[in-house]
């Protein structure tokens, strides 16, 4: 899939310095009151964040916030509680669970399978599953929603991996959904249960090994059935 080139800005996001997608005014490129983020250049993973979270890089102390004048806590155990209550999730990698789906078509419509990676901590699991005749967009979408169902503990941060723009745009951009209305009310349903769920753009193919994992899931399952 093409991706379109972007300018990149460096600038704040919480307490992280974080490359923001600019317009040619070099000012955050919005949608939907939401701007694009990735930690690294040369990493794969984007993320679509409220731009008010976003603010302008210091020239001197970096992103983390003075703490002059504040008071410290000399008990180990409010200090604990309150790095717990501020920790970002999407940082804290071996508590989170990532879900890498995808969604494919012979056809479209045609012969569809969905396939599921999800991965925590040390712990793996693979769904190539066939869901019948279906477009691709169905597809995709029914893999984000059967991966969803397969997370039995939702306060744990979780972070859904997914190269559609399409199912990004209906479930995080607010897009109106003119087809498969009740699909995407059901995935929005389940997201509604997660207390840190964050979706993440990954280009398709291009060699990000969760995604590979999905798309081989999900052309398996057809081939199975053919």
Same mark, same amino acid.
């Given at each position: ?5 972007r300018?990149?800005k460096r ?8 490359w923001?997608a600019? $317009?040619? %005014?070099d000012?955050p490129?919005i ?9 690294q250049?040369?990493? #794969? !993973?984007?993320?679509w964040?409220?731009l ?5 890089? #210091?020239e001197?102390?970096?992103?983390k916030?003075?703490s002059a004048?504040k008071?410290?806590?000399?008990s #180990?155990?409010?200090?604990? /509680?309150?790095?717990n209550?501020?920790r970002? #999730?999407?940082? $804290?990698?071996?508590?989170t669970? !990532?879900?890498?789906? $995808?969604?494919?078509s ?9 396939g ?7 712990h793996?699991k =693979?769904i190539s599953?066939?869901i019948g005749? /279906?477009t691709?967009n169905?597809?995709e979408l =029914?893999a984000?929603r059967?991966g969803? /169902?397969?997370i ?5 941060p979780?972070r859904?991996?997914t $190269?559609?723009?399409? /199912?990004?745009g209906?479930l995080t951009?607010?897009?109106k959904?003119k087809?498969? %209305?009740d699909?995407?009310k059901?995935?929005?349903m389940?997201?509604g249960k997660?207390?840190h769920?964050t979706?993440?753009?990954v280009?398709?193919?291009?060699g ?6 999905a798309d081989?899931l999900?052309?398996g399952?057809?081939?199975e059935?053919?």
């Amino acid at each position: 899939m093409h991706e379109e080139h972007r300018e990149w800005k460096r600038m704040c996001f919480k307490n992280n310095k974080v490359w923001v997608a600019v $317009d040619p %005014q070099d000012s955050p490129r919005i949608e939907k009151g939401k701007v694009l983020i990735k930690y690294q250049l040369n990493q #794969p !993973h984007e993320y679509w964040i409220h731009l008010g979270n976003i603010r302008p890089l #210091p020239e001197k102390g970096g992103c983390k916030p003075h703490s002059a004048g504040k008071k410290q806590s000399s008990s #180990p155990k409010k200090m604990k /509680a309150k790095r717990n209550k501020t920790r970002d #999730p999407l940082a $804290d990698d071996k508590e989170t669970i !990532h879900v890498y789906t $995808d969604g494919a078509s012979s056809g479209n419509p045609g012969p569809a399978g969905i396939g599921i990676y999800l991965q925590y901590g040390m712990h793996e699991k =693979e769904i190539s599953q066939y869901i019948g005749v /279906a477009t691709n967009n169905i597809a995709e979408l =029914e893999a984000i929603r059967v991966g969803l /169902a397969e997370i039995k503990n939702p306060e744990l941060p979780v972070r859904v991996y997914t $190269d559609s723009s399409y /199912a990004l745009g209906l479930l995080t951009l607010g897009w109106k959904p003119k087809k498969n %209305q009740d699909l995407v009310k059901s995935i929005k349903m389940a997201m509604g249960k997660f207390k840190h769920l964050t979706f993440v753009k990954v280009q398709g193919h291009a060699g990000n090994e969760g995604n590979e994992s999905a798309d081989r899931l999900a052309t398996g399952a057809i081939k199975e059935r053919s």
